[in-house]
């Protein structure tokens, strides 16, 4: 027997008990894991402190794995905002009746059990949890060695919420951190209904070539900005400061800045705020020659080929100019990872355009992608921003962790 059969075997048994528990219980437990949370922010930083002293804070996943009390206020909320959603349960998608008097209906049910694999974002441990409980799933987290100090605080706090509440502790577990859980996990066929990796292109790659439970993959940020001909100056800078800085290390952060030749001259302005933050840009040469003398030297590199389609997680940004709005579509159609591009423009026939023409999940017009969030899309939280197309697109919260099946109901039918 492997050394996960038993926590697998634990996981069904806990999926049948799940299935019996009321809305409104479920709503009790996810404000007491919150209230909990906020209480116990001391203790949690401080096993947050462990990880991170592993961590260079140079690193790009630092910022990702840290934790702070206004964060930790932020999870809360997020909790407390899931359960005041409705429940995705239930929901009767189709409701037909047949020449034959056959009434098939479509109706909303849990995938069953969801492991989730992660990098050093301990967050997404109460936000895997809470879209799990709230849709009936059992969840598995796999989180990384970076985070493990503050992921075992925060799932042991879950865990002791769920007691008091008389809940079976098993329906959500962390598994052990080291690669031959994550082996055995994408090998749990008929043990696990769904794995989602949440992480690196590289963790991503290695979980869909791997993995032979199904899988939806939540893709990298390769986002784009692009400053069209008929662009408002400040609405950009306002947008591009925004999207680049806000946060650098999630996904929805901008990596490029694409700009029409003919507002090269609106550049420097448009990058300017970016100098508070120390921005690195690396910038093609119609770019670097526009901002050379307005823009911070040692801030200004040359672009080369690797900086377009980098996701850099970094005050790092790539700049490209471009000749024609079809140029720009193309420059993303080849750089993008489909997950979040905007367009700053006042013309209302090219955003009409460029959002019918952009494949990604997301596509904004004169907004930051740094929107591209399960809370701010009023989901509640999420379990990350799905770039594929089956399924689940864009951030994934609570419909889409539910499948559906069929209900026929007959008098006697047979079939001839």
């Known amino acids: ?42 203790i949690i930083l401080k096993e947050n402190s462990k990880d991170l002293s592993r961590m260079d804070p140079a690193d790009p996943k630092y910022d990702r794995l840290k934790l702070t009390a ?27 009746v047949r020449p034959n008097e056959l009434n098939i209906k479509r109706i909303t049910v849990p995938f069953g059990i969801i492991g989730v694999i992660y990098e050093a974002r301990p967050n997404v441990s109460f936000d895997v949890f809470s879209l799990c409980l709230k849709s009936g799933n059992v969840c598995l987290l796999k989180g990384g060695s970076d985070a493990q100090d503050s992921n075992v605080a925060i799932v042991g706090l879950i865990k ?44 991503i790659e290695y979980v869909r070539d791997n993995a032979r439970v199904p899988v939806i993959e939540t893709g990298a940020g390769i986002c784009h900005t692009y400053f069209d001909e008929f662009a408002d100056l400040k609405k950009g800078a306002a947008i591009v400061n925004n999207a680049k800085t806000r946060r650098i290390s999630v996904c929805n952060a901008l990596d490029c800045l694409i700009i029409h ?3 090269i001259h609106d550049l420097s302005m448009l990058c300017a705020p970016l100098i508070d933050s120390n921005v690195i840009i690396y910038a093609d040469e119609q770019a670097y020659n526009s901002l050379k003398g307005f823009y911070p030297d040692k801030l200004l590199k040359r672009a080369t080929e690797q900086e377009f389609g980098t996701e850099f997680l970094d005050y790092k940004m790539a700049i490209k100019t471009v000749g024609t709005f079809a140029e720009a579509l193309d420059h993303i159609a080849k750089y993008g990872s ?12 090219r955003i009409a355009t460029f959002q019918q023409q952009v494949d990604a999940a997301c596509v904004y017009a004169n907004a930051s992608t740094a ?11 999420e ?34």
């Open 70 to 96: 206004e964060r930790i206020e932020a999870i809360a909320q997020d909790l407390r905002s899931v359960a005041l959603l409705p429940s995705p349960l239930g929901h009767v998608l189709s409701d037909i």
């Open 371 to 381: 929107f591209t969030d399960g809370s701010q899309f009023g989901l509640g939280a």
């Open 160 to 203: 002791s919420i769920l007691q008091k509440f008389e809940i079976n502790p098993d329906i959500v577990t962390l598994l052990p951190p080291d690669r031959e859980a994550t082996t055995e996990l994408l090998n749990a066929v008929g043990k696990v209904d769904l794995i989602i990796p949440r992480g690196s292109q590289s963790l």
């Open 383 to 416: 379990i990350g921003i799905s770039t594929q197309k089956l399924h689940a697109r864009g951030p994934m919260a609570l419909q889409e962790m539910t499948t559906y099946k069929w209900v026929i109901t007959g008098n006697g039918q047979i079939r001839q």
């Open 261 to 263: 030749a003919s507002r």
């Open 1 to 42: 027997m492997n050394s996960l059969a038993t926590i697998f075997e634990n996981a069904h048994l806990a999926k049948k008990e799940l299935a019996a528990i009321t809305d409104a219980t479920i709503n009790r437990v996810l404000n007491a894991i919150a209230d909990e949370a906020v209480a116990q922010t001391s």
């Open 338 to 349: 489909k997950h979040s591009e905007a367009i700053v423009s006042e013309n209302k026939l």
